[in-house]
């Protein structure tokens, strides 16, 4: 069975930093492509970044470009979210995504999320 497992949340001040990991396991993972989502109080779930096992290409939503980083580590299985700068916005249940590559895949596995929160 595919898990995807949710680590490195916490409380920081804005403009400090957090490293967010992703352990997924239950099958090999080269042909998806990984995802972080956040999910802020009263508002729906919003991409944030994602980043192709094979290649590693990425993409990031307008509102973290720049500020935050995706990448993974294939021996260990693991997906990577650094975020810096961080602002009182980013403040979210942070969730861990796959999907196939085929254009238009759904986010078929996610993880249970970790707390993400910014204080001012």
């Known amino acids: 069975q595919v898990q995807l497992v949710e680590s490195g949340g916490g409380l920081v001040q804005a403009g400090g930093s957090l490293r967010l990991s992703c352990a997924a396991s239950?099958?090999?993972?080269?042909?998806?492509?990984m995802g972080w989502f956040r999910q802020a109080p009263g508002k729906e779930r919003e991409f944030v970044a994602s980043i192709r096992w094979s290649g590693g290409s990425t993409y990031y939503a307008d509102s973290v470009k720049g500020r935050f980083t995706i990448s993974r580590d294939n021996a260990k299985n693991t997906v990577y979210l650094q975020m810096n700068s961080l602002k009182p916005e980013d403040t979210a249940v942070y969730y861990c995504?796959?999907?196939?590559?085929?254009?238009?895949?759904?986010?078929?596995?996610w993880g249970q999320g970790t707390q993400v929160t910014v204080s001012s």
């Open positions: 995504a796959a999907r196939g590559t085929v254009v238009g895949s759904t986010w078929v596995y």
């Open positions: 239950g099958r090999t993972f080269s042909n998806y492509v």
